[in-house]
């Protein structure tokens, strides 16, 4: 399979992560129009500089994700230079772990469902209405194995995870026989940098790579994936 997404406008919230990097250059790689929210400017730079002459079709959008205006300005400022939204994909996350239950903070469970459960809301809020004034979209959520599987010391990454989860399903079934479709990814433990400086002890090989979730998403948001709606799609590498 080739998955063509030629003149599709694609939204990679996150596009300039450890993940959403790799997910914004295979989009772009096959032909997709894509924007990238981002909150380092630098972090942007380096996804330009990566793209080389596949730039000239990526649009960067600072944005605080957690909060609805923002993420409704970015859709607006998508639908503005492009005039259609074919596809979001979410990358926005964060963990939190090795942290006790009545040890967590509460600043730490706001931090997790900001990241991983409220920029999703925000998100869904505003896309949906411009998807379904065309009956055609598709949305993909990188949720996590965490979202079903909750280890210890992982509370509030857990329990936000297993929102986000259940969010997407209940969307999904809202949009049914819309044109719409809404899936989920769950990763374990993605090899990135950041994650390999968290736990330098770990067997990096276990770990699944980016790019493999990038093309688990690459497919959800191609019209391959056109009979999969409401799907949470396992992606563990070899653990």
């Known amino acids: 399979m080739h998955p063509d997404m030629t003149d ?3 939204l990679i919230a996150g596009g300039t992560g450890g993940l959403g990097r790799a997910i ?3 989009f772009l790689e096959h032909g997709a129009k894509v924007a990238v929210t981002w909150r380092r400017p630098e972090e942007f730079a380096a996804l330009e500089a990566a793209a080389g002459a596949l730039s000239a079709r990526l649009l960067g959008c600072p944005a605080e994700l957690a909060d609805p205006r923002s993420a409704e300005a970015v859709v607006g400022r998508i639908l503005s230079a492009w005039s259609r939204l074919d596809a979001l994909v979410n990358a926005v996350g964060g963990y939190a772990g090795g942290i006790k239950l ?4 509460p600043e730490t469970l706001d931090r997790m469902l900001d990241l991983n459960l409220r920029a999703g809301f925000a998100l869904a809020r505003a896309v949906v209405p411009a998807m379904l004034a065309r009956r055609s979209g598709v949305i993909v959520n990188v949720a996590a194995k965490a979202a079903w599987d909750h280890a210890a010391g992982a509370s509030a990454y857990a329990a936000s995870k297993a929102a986000a989860l259940a969010m997407m399903d209940s969307l999904a079934a809202e949009l049914k026989g ?3 479709r809404v899936n989920s990814i769950l990763p374990s433990i ?43 799609i396992p992606v563990f590498g070899n653990n």
């Open 178 to 180: 819309s044109g719409l």
């Open 190 to 232: 993605i090899d990135t940098e950041a994650n390999r400086k968290a736990m330098p002890d770990a067997d990096f090989a276990k770990w699944p790579k980016p790019e493999a979730i990038a093309r688990t998403a690459l497919f959800l948001c191609s019209d391959d994936a056109g009979a999969v709606h409401g799907a949470a």
């Open 24 to 26: 914004s250059l295979l």
């Open 8 to 10: 599709k406008a694609v």
């Open 102 to 105: 009545w040890e967590t903070t």
